[in-house]
């Protein structure tokens, strides 16, 4: 019997924020060969990297089966936290390397339960440089802030 190759999907990410805390929004863009779905959504008081987690949470949750993934992301924090600083955290019972508690730590969880469904590869791109995925997913993520501020209203 022949092992299926995983499809490799590329998702790129982004979030927003009206104030740091304040309403927020995140997308993505999930592309696979000439397939592509877009995902956006928001919550009425949360910070930027909240929204940047979410995105990719949610990108990686919307794929019904295991792929080779390439997250693209222009969130340090998000790209750093998971190539060099999850592992730590986890090691450490979720603390920083000075003993106090991780901040996000529910979505940090989420998002290293997420991961582990699948073949992920991380690349940080530049934001708000014209990078035309990077744009759509930040225009996706103000989406979402949007929506959740007209509901407010």
């Given amino acids: 019997m022949s092992e299926r190759k995983a499809p490799v999907v590329d998702l790129y990410t982004d979030g927003a924020c009206k104030g740091n805390p304040g309403p927020g929004g995140w997308g993505a863009l999930l592309r696979f060969g ?5 995902l ?3 919550e009425p008081e949360t910070t930027n990297n909240r929204m940047e987690l979410t995105a990719v949470i949610e990108g990686l949750r919307a794929l019904k089966r ?12 998000v790209q750093k936290g998971i190539s060099e ?10 603390k920083t390397s000075e003993g106090k508690p991780v901040k ?4 940090w969880q989420a998002l290293d339960q997420a ?15 014209g990078h035309p995925e990077n ?10 802030a949007s929506q959740v501020m007209a509901a407010k209203r």
């Fill in 34 to 38: 000439d397939h592509e779905k877009e």
């Fill in 40 to 42: 956006c959504g928001g």
């Fill in 66 to 77: 295991a792929c080779k993934v390439r997250v693209h992301t222009d969130s340090q924090y």
């Fill in 85 to 94: 600083w999850l592992a730590n955290w986890r090691r450490r019972g979720w």
């Fill in 104 to 107: 996000n730590q529910d979505l």
């Fill in 115 to 129: 991961v582990a469904e699948h073949e992920v590869e991380w690349f940080w791109v530049k934001g708000h440089a």
């Fill in 135 to 144: 744009e759509r997913a930040d225009a996706l993520a103000n989406k979402g």
